[in-house]
């Protein structure tokens, strides 16, 4: 579904990404593994179309995207998730909802349905949909940026640290969210530096460090491997 191949970004003088090669099927949830510094939002914004690579080619369903702005990006069906912080603090839960579904914004029904999807998968979000958006929790927060991402209807969703500053407990609830969104069709490209909770729900990972790829394999084996667990899992 989605390919990057020998994909370098530099800023400058400063090479961020160093021949990437990443490759996500359709249907798969996929985990970016790496310190922070190490690359990942930068791949993620790469893909996006915020970044324009200095070399290398991105496909996403066969053709070549590379170059795409961004607003095109979500049109192809590449949705990237803000982070909590990135929401419209001001505006309702349910008005920054229907942001995320601008580019259907001609498509009543099936905007309405969407919202309907998102209200399901996050209870809460229903019952505070007239709140103002910086009123929430972290957590809460993180839901209404993964739901806003939902309302673009996304073929794949890359999510950068959801679990970033959340309490233990609703770390768990927030990756078992992201398994059900999986599960119900959607392809996930996550980042994340909770290797251990991240490889658990992942079919695949790739390990990044200074810009460069140095590991990737199936989440059992990353999970069992002694580098990992000494760099991200503590054990
Ligand atoms: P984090 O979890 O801290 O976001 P990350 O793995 O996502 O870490 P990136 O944000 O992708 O890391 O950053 C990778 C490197 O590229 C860092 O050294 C960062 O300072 C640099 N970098 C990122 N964006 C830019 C930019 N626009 N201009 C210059 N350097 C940048």
Redesign the pocket.
Known sequence: MLKLSDVSVK?GA?T?LQNIDIEVSEGELVVLL?A???????IFNTISGLNKPSSGNIQFNGKSVRGNSPDRMVKEGIVQCAEGKKLFAEMSVQENLMMGGFVHRKQKAQLKQSLAEVYALFPILKDKKDDAAGSMSGGQQQMLAIGRALMAKPKLIMMD?PSIGLAPLIVEQMFSIIQEINKSGTTVLL?E?NANAALKIADRGYV?EN?AIVLHGNSKALFHNDAIRKAYIGA
Do not use: V
Not at 36 to 42: D, P, V
């Open positions: 800023f400063f961020a790496g922070n510094g190490a690359g990942k939002s930068t640290e980042a530096q990044i810009g």
